[in-house]
């Protein structure tokens, strides 16, 4: 049974040679001075684009940034390897490139202003708490990259996979943050790119183990590559288990900032034509920006009804149209 599903997701007069798949994965094999220069010119470019269009919160640039990413080559090339049980360089491109991209990010965080605010930006703000569904996206995305990489007939669908799996922008965010010593957003940006890295790691290595290529090289090792599957998935459950907590955090912060903008919007019910604009929560404050023509109504009443709704000791800033920020306290305090 096994065997006629992997006939249907891969018809073997479609299936590349272990040759032709270790040609285009191994950096250190055949011609490696034209291999490495393109990897290496193309990252770097890659990563000034990317830092140009997280830093002008572009969308349209960062997607470019990710389609002439080559850093899932090496990406790959692990997981090739760790189903041949076969030593290579693989992993020391990957960590350099990560690094060279950190970097430019840091570099780049230097024409900031001191006091610009990383979370206003949403190519920051949307890479700094990756959750479940990030690394579910990424498992999918690197079961459709391993597949497109053992076919001959679906290559075009190559430039979606690095689309989809977006490798290159968390570091750069990861560098950014750096660069402006927010420790925890770096963090959390890190932490996207290696659920993203083992995702792809973990589906290349089933893809490529499933379809047959480990048996081109020695089956005595069975038991090794058992531990290599044992280890990276330990590896995976571990990210795994940070991103279902930051998943579950997320859905309690939504659900105080619902909670929030409902108390406000009767608080604000005594002051004709005033509104809630936004109510977010940074830094462990809550922050609600309302619109009001004339003057706030008292601080304490919005205080007492939140009491209970939100966790204790929260600090509310309410925010006016006209940028003003008013302490108003915290809450059960």
């Known amino acids: 049974m096994f065997n006629s599903l992997r006939d249907r997701a891969l018809p073997r007069h479609q299936q590349r040679t272990l040759e032709e798949l270790e040609e285009d994965l191994d950096l250190s094999a055949g011609d490696t001075r034209a291999k490495q220069s393109a990897f290496w010119s193309m990252l770097s470019l890659s990563a000034v684009i990317a830092a140009g269009g997280v830093l002008t919160d572009s969308t349209a640039t960062v997607i470019g940034a990710m389609i002439i990413a080559p850093l899932s080559t090496p990406i790959m090339g692990i997981a090739l390897g760790a189903v041949q049980r076969q030593r290579s360089t693989a992993a020391l491109f990957v960590a350099a ?3 060279l991209v950190v970097v430019l990010g840091a570099l780049f965080s230097l024409v900031l202003p001191a006091s610009y605010n990383l979370l206003s930006n949403s190519q920051v703000s949307s890479r700094t708490s990756p959750g479940l569904m990030d690394l579910v ?6 079961f459709a990259g391993a597949l497109a990489l053992a076919r001959r007939d679906v290559a075009a669908v190559l ?3 690095a689309i989809a799996i977006s490798l290159v922008p968390p570091l750069v965010v ?30 290349g290595m089933v893809v490529f183990g499933g379809l ?18 044992m280890t990276l998935g330990l590896l995976f459950a571990a990210v795994g288990v940070l ?11 939504q659900m105080w900032t619902t909670r929030a903008a ?18 977010s929560a940074q830094s462990r ?32 800033v309410i925010v006016t149209n006209e940028g003003r920020q008013v302490q108003a306290g915290r809450i059960g305090g």
Do not use: M
């Open 243 to 253: 991103l279902v907590a930051n998943t579950a955090a997320t859905v309690l912060v």
């Open 137 to 142: 996206a990424a498992l999918a995305t690197g």
């Open 97 to 99: 490139g990560g690094l």
């Open 212 to 229: 047959g290529y480990a048996k081109a090289h020695h089956r005595k090792e069975a038991g090794a590559v058992r531990r290599t599957y």
């Open 159 to 161: 430039p979606g996979v």
């Open 262 to 279: 409902s108390s406000t919007t009767k608080w604000l019910a005594a002051s004709p034509g005033a509104s809630v604009v936004n109510v």
């Open 174 to 203: 990861t560098g950014v943050c750096l660069g402006q010593t927010a420790w925890w957003l770096a963090l959390g940006s890190f932490v996207l790119f290696v659920s993203n890295l083992l995702a792809l790691v973990f589906a």
């Open 285 to 316: 404050t809550l922050y609600i920006q309302v619109r009001t023509p004339g003057n706030l109504p008292p601080v304490e009443a919005l205080l007492a009804d939140l009491e209970g709704q939100i966790p204790d000791g929260v600090p509310v």
